[in-house]
């Protein structure tokens, strides 16, 4: 596609879909024509906000129009499927936010569709998109901090308590798209213990491990009843180590010049561990909204036929680690190969 602006539609413009109507409202080269959700009294708060969109209660109604090139979807999790669906069938690019689907199965049904219709289709993983995560992305992959060995993630708060979802479905996926895109690894296997403290059936903690192909593995702890609010992660590497925490206002990132080396005593010509300790580096960060980042991002590889970063392969790896680690909450911790997913 070569041309200057693209045709846009939102549906589902409620709790997160109302910041994604504001990002392509005010994106470069986009043109938000429509946003589409049931509740006719949050369209007419769009409309007032946007005098130039147009307003549907109906997708049927939205894909009818010739013009809309491309359609983003924050409707509930549970329709995701069915709506991303219905527009990559009409012939239309598609963004969906996390996770892409709640069954493996029609993740990879999406992804092929529009691998097909040759249409993109994009994973709303935000923080692939964060100036800070793809900083520690450009440290792992010029080896700056040797050979990455593991990493563990936070992201613990009061609240929000959901009914229809557990804390692994609603927070996991945030941590779990980072780690898969940092490690650029195959995961192989799940293990998740959890409990539910306030609703029967929904885990208000859960703790995961994630173990890859090459051997690195990854720690990941997600809550609703925790006393803090946290979103932090660190990476351990053969000569450096990294830490992430986006409750900072400016100084995200630390490299800390800290790490442990197999080497000979020089008397008995054993094998010892030295340590070493050295300085931590708080690196400049880029600024710029995330989620302005991610929209504007779709918005170029549409019209510039650019590959998408969090595309729907990216997409079906994070639901196929979210099942299994379903499968291992509902196992007491069993460990679950993803070969049965």
């Known amino acids: 596609m070569s041309k200057d602006s693209l045709n ?3 549906v589902g413009a409620g709790y997160w879909g109302k910041n994604l109507v504001r990002n392509f409202a005010t994106a470069p080269r986009c043109r938000l024509k429509y946003v589409c959700d049931l509740d006719e009294q949050l369209l007419l708060k769009h409309k007032k906000n946007f005098p130039f969109v147009e307003t549907a209660t109906n997708l049927d109604e939205v894909l009818a129009d010739g013009e809309v090139e491309a359609v983003v979807v924050a409707t509930e999790a549970e329709n995701h499927f069915e709506v991303a669906k219905k527009v990559l069938e009409a012939g ?4 969906v936010e996390k996770p892409l689907t709640l069954k493996a199965g029609d993740s990879q049904v999406l992804t092929d569709l529009a691998n097909q219709k040759q249409l993109k289709l994009m994973v709303g993983h935000l923080l692939v998109y964060h100036p800070g995560v793809n900083y520690m992305k450009k440290l792992i992959d010029e080896e700056r901090i040797g050979k990455p060995y593991y990493m563990y993630t936070q992201r613990v708060n009061l609240g929000i308590v959901r009914q229809t979802e557990n804390a692994w479905w609603s927070l996991a996926p945030h941590d779990i798209s980072v780690i898969c895109y940092l490690f650029d690894s195959k995961p192989v296997s799940v293990a998740a213990h959890g409990q539910c403290y306030l609703q029967e059936g929904i885990e208000d903690v859960v703790f995961a491990v994630i173990t890859f192909a090459d ?14 609010k946290i979103r932090k992660m660190t990476v351990v590497g053969s000569e450096k180590m990294v830490t992430f925490d986006d409750m900072e206002a400016t100084e995200k990132i630390r490299i800390y010049d800290k790490g442990a080396a197999k080497g000979l ?5 054993a094998e010892i561990i030295s340590l070493r300790f050295g300085d931590i580096v708080m690196p400049r960060i880029p600024g710029g909204e995330p989620l302005a980042i991610e929209c ?4 170029d590889c549409v019209l510039d036929d650019k590959p998408v970063r969090s595309d729907g392969a990216g997409g079906l790896q994070v ?8 499968k291992s909450l509902e196992n007491n911790g069993k460990v679950i190969r993803m070969v049965e997913f």
């Not at 239309?92 to 963004?95: D, F, N, S």
């Not at 051997?215 to 803090?228: E, I, N, Q, R, T």
């Not at 005593?265 to 010509?269: E, H, K, L, P, W």
């Not at 639901?319 to 379903?326: T, W």
């Open 8 to 10: 846009v539609a939102v």
């Open 92 to 95: 239309r690019c598609v963004y």
């Open 215 to 228: 051997g690195k593995v990854a720690h990941v702890h997600c809550s609703w009843l925790d006393p803090h």
């Open 265 to 269: 005593d020089a008397n008995t010509y």
């Open 296 to 299: 504007r991002h779709f918005i």
């Open 319 to 326: 639901v196929r680690i979210l099942e299994a680690g379903q």
